[in-house]
């Protein structure tokens, strides 16, 4: 079984950063995808980025030029680099795992 730890999340004011991490732990050989997604209250979960093993990123048109997704294969950890956040980026962050798997999730907040 695969587990997904989470961390980074919390209260940034608008153009503020964050870092979120998700380690992954467990039959971690066998990874070929790693994506965070996020679901804002009311709203359906969404795609932000995703890597594969290859190294090719994916993101969505509404951050890509501020969020940057990234790997340590070493240590099985996945990245989400978020600048310039803006308040409809208040979500709760999910990493997820071959497209199956999931983390318990992170709540970013950006207010002022």
């Known amino acids: 079984q695969v587990q997904l730890v989470e961390s980074g999340g919390g209260l940034v004011q608008p153009g503020g950063s964050l870092r979120l991490s998700c380690a992954a732990s467990g039959r971690t050989f066998s990874i070929y995808y790693m994506g965070w997604y996020r679901q804002a209250p009311g709203k359906q979960r969404e795609l932000v980025a995703s890597i594969t093993s290859g190294g090719s990123t994916n993101y969505a048109d509404s951050v890509k030029d501020r969020f940057t997704i990234s790997r340590d294969n070493a240590k099985n950890t996945v990245y989400l680099q978020m600048n310039s956040l803006k308040t409809e980026d208040t979500a709760v962050y999910y990493c997820?795992?071959?497209?199956?798997?999931w983390g318990r999730g992170t709540q970013v907040t950006v207010s002022s």
């Open positions: 997820n795992f071959n497209r199956a798997a």
